[in-house]
Nanobody, 123 residues
Framework: QVQLVESGGGLVQAGGSLRLSCLTSGSTFSTYAMGWFRQAPGKEREFVAACTWSGGNTYADSVRGRFAISRDNAKNTVYLQMNSLKPEDTAVYYC?????????????????WGQGTQVTVSS
């Protein structure tokens, strides 16, 4: 059974940084595309970033240049480095996995999800 477990969320001041981690288990991690999404209170879940097994990355316009997605296939882990955080980045952040190698930006293209980790950015 595929499992995804996020960690690294917390409270940070505007301008600060956080690194989220997503540990996966239950399948061959390196084969599949991985993504990060977020959902703020009262809003729909939105795409943040995604990467292929080889590290080809895609970002939402709102985070490009501030966030960086990476993965360590040996550790079955994908990361989201978040810099220059803003109050509008406050949300629950979710890690997700596809069953194919190609990245996607729609949540409906992802088959497995973690439970989410809260990120709160204070002004």
């Amino acid at each position: 059974q595929v499992q995804l477990v996020e960690s690294g969320g917390g409270l940070v001041q505007a301008g600060g940084s956080l690194r989220l981690s997503c540990l996966t288990s239950g399948s061959t991690f390196s084969t599949y595309a991985m993504g990060w999404f977020r959902q703020a209170p009262g809003k729909e879940r939105e795409f943040v970033a995604a990467c292929t097994w080889s590290g080809g990355n895609t970002y939402a316009d709102s985070v490009r240049g501030r966030f960086a997605i990476s993965r360590d296939n040996a550790k079955n882990t994908v990361y989201l480095q978040m810099n220059s955080l803003k109050p509008e980045d406050t949300a629950v952040y979710y890690c997700a996995r596809r069953v194919v190698a190609v990245v996607a930006t729609s949540e409906y293209e992802y088959d497995y999800w973690g439970q989410g980790t809260q990120v709160t950015v204070s002004s």
